[in-house]
């Protein structure tokens, strides 16, 4: 895909994320832990920043993006999961610093995550805001509607 095309997908998966919190707010463990704001933040492979803030909170909003951005920079850089990337520097299977991205600078937590376009090209999402399962779950759903 080429840049125009990467950004329209972008853009609509940003929009799904969108049309999908409502019903995270449903559940009642994202609801409470979303506190006035969540956000999603994804990159696209030259390093365009795409994202978009929600909730009644500016404050809590502009935190969750900041989480948001650094899961999907972590991801976007290295190519794995926040969660695995951690198992694998504290198990030793990879130099912390093959990255550039040391304790206490790395993400542990779920949320940031490489994705794949359908012709192969890698993105990297984050979102914050929610739990951790439904952080990876909703940026995932909403990928998965994308219809252009």
Do not use: H
């Amino acid at each position: 895909m080429q840049y125009p095309e990467i950004a329209a997908f972008i853009n609509a998966v940003i929009d799904n994320v969108e049309a999908l919190i409502p019903e995270y707010m449903q559940r009642k463990e994202d609801r409470e832990k979303e506190r006035g704001g969540v956000a999603v933040c994804i990159l696209d492979p030259e390093g365009r920043v795409y994202g978009k803030m929600f909730g009644t909170d500016r404050i809590m909003a502009r935190e969750r993006y900041r989480v948001a951005w650094t899961k999907a920079s972590q991801a976007w850089i290295t190519g794995l999961p926040t969660g695995e990337y951690e198992r694998r520097v504290f198990n030793k299977e990879i130099d912390e610093g093959q990255f550039g991205i040391r304790r206490p600078d790395l993400v542990g937590w779920e949320g940031g995550q490489p994705l794949y376009l359908p012709d192969g090209t890698m993105i990297a999402a984050g979102f914050g805001g929610f739990t951790s399962a439904s952080d990876l779950e909703i940026v995932q759903r909403a990928l998965a509607m994308v219809r252009l």
